[in-house]
């Protein structure tokens, strides 16, 4: 009974030490210090470091945000390895893409109270209307810090309300991917119900195009090199898919699924190597979406076609805040959820990089804080 009740002492004793422990370390809203994720040069590259730094103070007309999840996207894979221009990146916070609370504002602040869900805007101040230098210049995660910290400030200007029917993690997918496929199909596109559209790959862009195209009534036709994502495109509403490794034609088979119509839209993503194949899917007074350039930007752009198919082509480099409003507009009236992948913890983001740059994700890659 004596070595019971020492074992129950000595248990009890080790619990509210680990308890005490806990309680020490535990992150809080009113903490003095925060950390985050900068990026620093390692050889030709660049390396996650987690630094401790003083806790951000909003001015007049700005807003601290306790951030709860970032996403990643290509361009940030592409930035972390030294692949994306615009200079010397030392000490940049990485993440275009989060969603957080806020926890207090500037003196000055209409929109926001404390207690808001919120989402970053991926141009910071970009709110409508074309995009200016000033607004090219304020670009999350590359031009202007990101979002992987535990606590950001931004201009009000430069934050949307998250849709009620979201959660942090979901709505972290939204500002980068989700805003460009929406520019892509509906404010440049002028996506109409029935049109057959081309989706390149199943990366965030395309997997967010494949959702907003079945949710208007329009037919949506995606391709994969992996069948199990095809699968799993179907599986969401996709009209059609081709596997392109297997069909290094692939153009016809699209073609093939529109009855030799083909398609009204095209998400154009891989550059040099597809931009072409896209063109030979197209219809008549068909739209391609210029978006990125995964196997290169260079490569021959046949000019006659512009003129013969009645082509247009628009480059599509994110989209404003009154974008964001309209596209969360839509996903809240047909309650659509984006696609997660993958959740990775904030102490776990060099692994984040290293699942995208995997390409085994079909959808979101999510950090939460």
């Not at 709860?68 to 894979?77: E, F, Q, V």
């Not at 196997?295 to 994110?318: A, C, D, K, N, W």
């Not at 309209?326 to 984006?338: C, D, G, K, S, V």
Request: with cysteine; hydrophobic share 40%; proline share 3%.
């Amino acid at each position: 009974m004596m070595m019971r009740s020492t074992y129950l002492t000595g248990l009890l004793a080790s619990t509210l030490t680990a308890l005490s422990s806990f309680a020490f370390t535990e992150r809080t809203d009113a903490q003095e210090t925060i950390r985050q994720y900068q990026l620093e040069p390692s050889g030709n590259e660049l390396q996650l470091v987690m630094k401790e730094v003083p806790r951000p103070t909003p001015g007049d007309q700005e807003v601290l945000v306790r951030v709860r999840a970032t996403s990643l996207n290509r361009r940030d894979l592409s930035i972390y390895r030294s692949r994306y221009g615009g200079g010397d990146r030392s000490g940049l916070v990485p993440l275009s893409d989060g969603a957080g609370e806020v926890i207090e504002v500037g003196p000055e602040v209409t929109h926001f109270a404390v207690g808001d869900r919120v989402m970053g805007v991926f141009f910071a101040n970009w709110v409508d209307g074309r995009r200016t230098r000033e607004a090219n210049a304020s670009a999350r995660g590359g031009a202007i810090d990101g979002m992987l910290s535990e606590m950001v400030v931004s201009h009000e200007d430069g934050l949307i309300l998250i849709p009620e029917h979201l959660s942090y993690e979901e709505a972290a997918t939204l500002p980068c991917a989700a805003v460009t496929a929406w520019n892509g199909l509906f404010t440049h596109g002028r996506l109409s119900e029935n049109d057959f559209v081309l989706l390149e790959g199943t990366g965030g862009v395309s997997v967010f195009g494949l959702q907003l195209t079945v949710a208007a009534g329009a037919r949506p036709i995606i391709t994969s090199s992996q069948d199990e994502k095809l699968a799993r495109a179907r599986q969401l509403g996709a009209f059609g898919t081709v596997n392109y490794r297997t069909n290094p034609d692939w153009q016809n088979e699209v073609r093939k699924l529109t009855g030799d119509e083909g398609v009204a839209h095209v998400l154009e993503v891989g550059g040099q190597d597809t931009l072409e194949k896209a063109i030979q899917a197209l219809d008549y007074d068909g739209h391609i979406a210029m978006i990125g350039a995964l196997s290169g930007s260079s490569g021959r752009m046949p000019t006659g076609s512009f003129i013969g198919l009645g082509m247009r082509v628009t480059g599509i480099y994110v989209g404003s805040r009154e974008d964001f409003e309209a596209m969360n507009a839509f996903l809240y009236e047909h309650q659509i959820h984006p696609i997660i992948d993958r959740v990775f913890s904030f102490e776990e983001a060099e692994a984040a990089y290293e699942h995208m740059a995997s390409n085994q994700h079909l959808g979101k890659i999510v950090i939460r804080l």
